[in-house]
């Protein structure tokens, strides 16, 4: 079973705020990635990281940015939250480089006023 | 760059087969996954199929053609908790690149 976490789970802020939100594993797994998914929707991938030191721009990362200083840290941040970064963030885990098997954490739920 | 195609939604009942299609497009491919997803959940690997054939794993199994860029996932003897949205991924330039999804309703 995968142990990843995510916090907050739900976060409600005002527009122009800088926010981080935090991706942590227990795992050892050297990939991570970051996915935004609107209810109902595809998920879009934001960035990935191969390992520590390692960052990769997806689909969406035009507004955000990420670190990975650490194996089992991944957090992301978001410099001036807008309306449209209102969506449900997903962190991700990834052991295998073949399957690329994905372990999901449960998510943060942002709105942006 | 690459585009994947499955249905939006399916309905059947409890009992019932169920097999979700997913056609793609990708430049590069490694193989074909499928993800659930409950309302309000995080996406859960389902299966993987990196050769052409089918992949059984109890209830689900997973279908890959290569040549015809191409797959379906089967769910068997439907449960009212196989109710989820399934996502193919093709797992392209290791990373995963997924579909708009399908929602499965399993009525009584």
């Known amino acids: 079973e995968a142990d990843i976490y995510q916090t907050p789970r739900y976060l409600v802020i005002g527009t122009g705020k800088k926010i981080t939100l935090e991706c942590s594993q227990t795992?050892?797994?050297?990939?991570m990635y970051w996915y935004q998914q609107d209810p109902g929707m595809e998920l879009h991938l934001i960035h990935y990281?191969?390992?520590?030191?390692?960052?990769e721009k997806g689909d969406l990362s035009s507004e955000s940015t990420v670190s990975r200083i650490r194996t089992e840290h991944f957090p992301l941040t978001l410099e001036s939250a807008r309306p449209s970064h209102t969506s449900q963030y997903l962190c991700?885990?990834?052991?295998?480089?073949?399957?690329?098997?994905?372990?999901f954490g449960p998510g943060t739920r942002l709105t942006v006023l | 760059g690459q585009s994947l195609e499955q249905p939006s939604e399916v309905t059947a009942v409890e009992g019932a087969i169920v097999q979700i299609n997913c056609t793609y497009q990708t430049s590069g491919f490694y193989g074909l996954s499928w993800y659930q997803q409950h309302d309000g959940g995080a996406p859960t690997f389902l299966s993987y199929?990196?050769?052409?054939g089918l992949e059984e794993t109890g209830r689900f199994s997973s279908f890959l053609s290569r040549s015809d860029s191409y797959g379906y996932l089967l769910l068997q003897e439907l449960q009212m908790k196989d109710s989820a949205s399934y996502f193919c991924a093709v797992n392209n330039d290791y990373k995963l690149s997924f579909g708009a999804g399908t929602t499965v309703t399993v009525r009584a």
């Open positions: 990281s191969y390992g520590v030191n390692s960052t």
């Open positions: 795992m050892g797994h050297d990939k």
């Open positions: 199929n990196a050769l052409d």
């Open positions: 991700a885990s990834s052991e295998d480089f073949v399957t690329d098997t994905q372990y």
